[in-house]
Antibody, heavy 120, light 107 residues
Framework: EAQLVESGGGLVQPGGSLRLSCAAS????????MTWVRQAPGKGLEWVAN????????YYLESVKGRFTISRDNAKNSLVLQMNTLRAEDTAIYYC?????????????WGQGTLVTVSS | DIQMTQSPSSLSASVGDRVTITCRAS??????LNWYQQKAGEGPKLLIY???NLQNGVPARFSGSGSGTDFTLTISNVQSGDFATYYC?????????FGPGTKVDVK
């Protein structure tokens, strides 16, 4: 069974940095695109970034471009989101999810999420 | 970016009811539409992919339909475990965007 477990969240001051990790198991990690999605407290879901199979292509939400970097280590079955110059509006639960493509594409499964709070 | 809307934003239902949630895209997205269920304190769970395909392990009381700009998620015979928030998501273009959600609670 495919599983994803996020870690690395916490409280950080505005302008600070945080590194989120996602450990994947139960599937061949290197065959899939991976994605980060976030959810501000009490709000809906917002796609943040995608990375392709080998890490050569990345795509970002406009508001995080230049501040966030998505990367992966296929040897370690690990996905990372490096977040710099954090803002209050980045406060959210960050979910790691696998992008499944077969005709269309969808996100499955999802991790339990890790909470990032940006506050002074 | 493609904007997704959902209606209603919330609804109340009783066990055994039939519930329909509507999702609309701001431009045509063929059948590139997925539905997720999210319970409090949990990550989302895929229910329906490509508008009408039931994800493995999801009960058959969940169904999806639609194409183009208008889509529906139907829960027939609502069960106690179905009280949750439901999101649609388009995968036609990047950024993939989600609807604002529909909260289904107990009447």
């Amino acid at each position: 069974e495919a599983q994803l477990v996020e870690s690395g969240g916490g409280l950080v001051q505005p302008g600070g940095s945080l590194r989120l990790s996602c450990a994947a198991s139960g599937f061949t990690f290197s065959r899939y695109w991976m994605t980060w999605v976030r959810q501000a407290p009490g709000k809906g879901l917002e796609w943040v970034a995608n990375i392709n199979h080998d890490g050569g292509d990345q795509y970002y939400l406009e508001s995080v471009k230049g501040r966030f970097t998505i990367s992966r280590d296929n040897a370690k079955n690990s996905l990372v989101l490096q977040m710099n110059t954090l803002r209050a509006e980045d406060t959210a639960i960050y979910y790691c999810t696998r992008r499944v493509a077969n005709g269309g594409d969808w996100f499955d499964p999802w991790g339990q999420g890790t909470l990032v709070t940006v506050s002074s | 970016d493609i904007q997704m809307t959902q209606s209603p934003s919330s609804l109340s239902a009783s066990v055994g009811d039939r519930v329909t949630i509507t999702c609309r895209a701001s431009q045509r997205i063929s059948n590139f539409l997925n539905w997720y269920q999210q319970k409090a304190g949990e990550g989302p769970k895929l229910l329906i992919y490509s508008a009408s395909n039931l994800q493995n392990g999801v009960p058959a009381r969940f169904s999806g339909s639609g194409s183009g700009t208008d889509f529906t998620l139907t829960i027939s015979n609502v069960q106690s475990g179905d009280f949750a928030t439901y999101y649609c998501q388009q995968s036609y273009s990047t950024p993939n965007t989600f609807g604002p959600g529909t909260k289904v609670d107990v009447k």
